[in-house]
């Protein structure tokens, strides 16, 4: 297994993220504890010390779960991560609440790592609202030695995330951000990398596969990428791609069956990052992936649309909505602007179109997102 230093601590590079836990029945909730219990068990045989779980993961049972498997070893033999949940409004007044539950799940006395869960378009505010008294309650829980190192996940735009960090980048010690050689460019995670190298922040890993969706490509690409590295496998290429990031401390990944965590520990053996031919045939076979809809964002559009919307972010957020086939991102960031200023606000009067110099059917791709959007 391959370390990576953090302040005094030495973390496998590989985490076991506990999103994707096997299942009984495909019952998301229904966790299969005893399939669990066993990968886990190869986990720590092979060097794996950094576990990351969440208040929602698993409708609330992932922390109950991993917390009870933990507990069967020496607290010191592993780093555990969970989140305050601020992905729910609901939840922001609860923070200590909260908190004790989540201790009383994972059945630890502290947390080594503690995350502000989604930092987003959606709850940007509240986070940042000195009334809920968050940011106080967990830098408390901190110097009671119950967190011991404090930091953000975040799925929203650079703004975002440059905002929260401005506001409490100097209390946060890494951040984690969805990064892999798709959203390299597609969602701008390049710029991302960027500007917590500015802040001086890690960098752990969520979403390396993409949910699985680059461990399983077209034949086409899988020849070219076989070409390079014979012995790789695909999904290798993600972690491999990721190895070449310095920046990048933890990558977690969510596995979901022995096969699947026995692979990942073996590319994890070793570090072989990927040299200029190979990043670039990658990103390649992204930008073919990408049947993207190709706005420049030069804004154009906007001044002519009697709506006032901001058509160059929907188009981005469409183009996400649907490389994904639906997911959470595009809602999560739509919630966050007014009904008024939605893609269904369209008139179809084409002004914008009259003016784009892409040429882009504006109205018919608006209609499209609405119908997606349900």
């Known amino acids: ?10 973390l496998s590079a590989l985490g076991l993220g506990t999103m994707r836990l096997p299942l009984i029945g495909g019952d998301d909730a229904n966790i299969d504890e005893e399939t669990t219990e066993k990968m886990v068990a190869y986990a720590m045989e ?3 010390n950094y576990y990351d779980t969440a208040w929602g993961y ?5 922390e109950t779960v991993i917390g009870k498997v933990l507990s069967r070893y020496p607290r010191e033999k592993f780093y555990l991560a969970t989140k305050f949940p601020g992905y729910d409004l609901a939840n922001m007044d609860k923070v200590e609440e909260i908190f004790e539950k989540q201790l009383e799940k994972c059945r630890v006395d502290y947390f080594d790592f503690y995350l502000f869960h989604n930092v987003c378009e959606m709850n940007i505010e509240q986070y940042l609202d000195p009334k809920y008294g968050i940011l106080e309650y967990l830098l408390k829980q901190k110097e009671n030695g119950r967190i011991r190192h404090l930091g953000l996940s975040g799925h929203g735009s650079i703004e975002v995330m440059k905002r929260f960090l401005d506001a409490y980048g100097k209390h946060m010690e890494f951040c984690q951000i969805q990064l892999n050689w798709v959203d390299w460019t597609f969602q701008n995670a390049r710029a991302k990398v960027d500007m917590l190298r500015e802040y001086h922040l890690p960098i752990w890993v969520m979403e390396p596969l993409r949910g699985g969706r680059l461990a399983n490509l077209d034949k086409e690409a899988q020849a070219k990428l076989k070409a390079l590295r014979p012995d790789e496998e ?15 401390t933890m990558i977690l990944s ?18 072989k990052p990927l040299n200029g031919q190979e990043t670039e045939e990658l990103l390649a076979i992204a930008k073919s992936m990408l049947n993207t809809v ?10 002519h649309c ?5 058509i160059p972010n929907l188009l981005s957020l469409y ?5 994904t086939g639906g997911g959470f991102i595009a809602p999560m960031a739509l919630s966050a602007i007014p009904a008024e200023k939605h893609p269904d606000a369209c008139l179809a009067c084409r002004s914008c179109e009259a003016v784009c110099p892409q040429q882009i059917k504006i109205s018919e791709i608006m209609a499209d997102f609405a119908q997606k959007l349900g």
């Open 319 to 323: 183009n996400e909505h649907s490389f």
């Open 58 to 62: 698993h409708g609330g049972n992932s």
């Open 46 to 48: 092979h060097g794996v």
């Open 306 to 310: 009697p709506q006032g919307l901001d």
């Open 294 to 303: 190709p706005c420049t964002a030069c804004h154009y559009c906007t001044s």
């Open 234 to 248: 695909t999904p290798a290429w993600a972690f491999r791609f990721l190895q070449s990031i310095p920046e990048v």
């Open 1 to 10: 297994m391959i370390y990576k230093n953090f302040q005094d601590l030495k």
């Open 254 to 271: 969510g596995m979901s069956n022995m096969e699947q965590l026995q692979d990942n520990i073996h590319t994890f053996e070793t570090e």
